[in-house]
């Protein structure tokens, strides 16, 4: 599982297949008990956070509006002075400058970040030799209590009857 979490870690650090890893993880909890990811005291929850994912999506976010207000200001001015066309300096046209880059800017959308953290909850019991060492381990001590109890029934009858 510690290969397999680290599998996860290094895809999306390389920004590899993080998607194949997750899921040959999740096959891999899902299928054995007694797989924690969150081991420890100062363990980090949710246990998988894909940190670098994460990161290249917000910095593709920001380019993204940088490059649609790169012509923002041009195209406020152009618009204002067709607006506006009286005064020399531009100050009459400052607050319909601002009212155009409020309006027509674009603006960063917010990535939820939960979409990138992941928890993995392994099974009570699978059909593995764990599992199946536990089935065995309980129906052992189910016959072995069975047989005293049995045993002790019969000398407290045998006692009885002398």
Same mark, same amino acid.
């Given at each position: ?70 012509? !923002? ?9 067709? *607006?506006?066309?009286? %005064?020399? #300096?531009?100050?009459?046209r +400052? ?33 593995? !030799? ?9 129906? *052992?001590?189910?016959? %072995?209590? #069975?047989f005293?109890?049995? +045993? ?6 045998l006692?009885?009857?002398?």
């Amino acid at each position: 599982m510690i290969q397999l979490r680290n599998d996860v870690y290094q895809a999306d650090k390389d920004n590899g297949n993080v998607n194949q890893a997750l899921q040959n993880l999740r096959k891999y909890v899902y299928s054995h008990m007694n797989t924690d990811l969150a081991a420890g005291p100062n363990a980090v929850h949710p246990p998988i956070q894909l940190k670098y994912t994460y990161e290249r999506l917000s910095q593709a976010e920001s380019k993204r509006v940088q490059q649609a207000n790169a012509h !923002l200001y041009t195209d406020a001015q152009t618009y204002c002075q067709a *607006l506006i066309p009286t %005064g020399f #300096s531009g100050r009459y046209r +400052e607050s319909c400058i601002n009212s155009y880059v409020t309006n027509h800017g674009a603006k960063a959308q917010p990535i939820q970040k939960s979409l990138y953290e992941f928890d993995f909850v392994a099974p009570k019991w699978s059909p593995d !030799l764990a599992g199946w060492s536990m089935v065995v381990s309980i129906l *052992l001590l189910l016959a %072995g209590l #069975s047989f005293w109890l049995l +045993e002790d029934f019969m000398h407290r009858r045998l006692r009885q009857h002398l």
